[in-house]
């Protein structure tokens, strides 16, 4: 009787050990196939439509240089940028470890195929392409908004720190430029200026709300001239109008020095009307970096330089 007992006491025990073995792989099974259910998504709305994408990407194809200034900042890896026009300060990207996906205007599809991108960031040169972006890899569209620039700036990079998991990095960083757009404002209080693009022997003027109207919608300078035309190319003015204008602080910016790497706006500028101003009486001819004004804008490092760039115009 006593070896019965014993006989059912050891089943009893394998039973008890093997259904905890039983127990042990189901829950194993489960945390897999949950951890599988809770791979994060973000899903973006934009201008051109909604997308879905896995968080934290891998293989990322970058077109907006705002966009790719933010990413760089953020520590984020990128795996294809169009390599012809980036911005000097950018110039880390020119290298092998990069794919070269074309131009600004002309991507090249098949080399982004190969790439196998998990995501593509594009803006507004690359906007009529969208559907063929899509085809390959989620696909964000992002832009700057000229008459809000800021929070759609803040908006983009939040979004990006979103997708990358980077939002206590942005977060930061958002504060310390909105603490040197503060502490800018107060040079700029008593300033009055004129914003003026050359290119091509050519000029346009911007002022509030355009393409360039931070520096009088959000650093405080005044526009010396209410009435511009807000549009995407400026107004086309002539060196009697600046003349007109007569802006203590003349801000200048060099198309052509990184289009066609020729730089010209100096010499074009510093003619005998405009010597008449009063900005060039007072060594108040600011020649803006066209890197962060013309080719990115709306990046956490370009952002900051144009910060820098107008604290230093008004010492």
């Known amino acids: 009787m006593k070896r019965v007992d014993k006989v059912k006491k050891t089943a009893w025990f394998m039973v008890l050990i093997l259904s905890l073995l039983l127990a042990a792989c189901g829950t194993e099974g489960e945390a897999e196939e949950t951890n599988g259910q809770e791979e994060e998504q973000v899903t973006v709305d934009h201008k051109l439509g909604e997308t879905t994408v896995d968080k934290n990407p891998e293989k990322v194809v970058v077109f907006d240089f705002g966009t790719l200034d933010t990413l760089q900042e953020l520590g984020v890896e990128v795996a294809g940028v169009p390599k012809d026009s980036l911005p000097s300060y950018l110039s880390d990207y020119e290298g092998d470890d990069y794919a070269h996906v074309g131009g600004l205007k002309e991507p090249d599809f098949e080399e982004i195929y190969e790439v196998e991108p998990d995501l593509i960031i594009i803006s507004g040169r690359q906007s009529d392409l969208y559907e063929e972006f899509a085809e390959i ?76 109207g931070i520096i009088h919608d959000t650093f405080g300078v005044q526009a010396v001239d209410k009435n511009i035309e807000v549009a995407t190319h400026g107004q086309k003015v002539s060196f009697e109008y600046i003349l007109e204008q007569n802006p203590d602080y003349l801000f200048v910016i060099d198309r052509d020095a990184v289009v066609a790497d020729e730089p010209a706006a100096k010499q074009m500028m510093e003619n005998e009307v405009v010597k008449q101003t009063a900005a060039y009486e007072k060594n108040q001819i600011v020649y803006l970096d066209p890197n962060y004004w013309y080719l990115s804008g709306g990046g956490l490092q370009s952002v900051q330089a144009m910060i820098d760039e107008i604290e230093t115009s008004m010492e």
């Open 137 to 212: 890899a989620p696909t964000i569209y992002v832009e700057l908004d000229a008459e809000n620039y800021m929070d759609s700036f803040k908006g983009n990079v939040e979004m990006l720190a979103n997708i990358f998991d980077k939002q206590q990095e942005a977060e930061e960083k958002l504060a310390a430029i909105e603490e040197n757009v503060e502490n800018l404002k107060a040079d700029t209080s008593d300033a009055e200026g004129l914003i003026v693009l050359a290119t091509g022997g050519k000029l346009s003027a911007y002022g509030e709300g355009s393409r360039f």
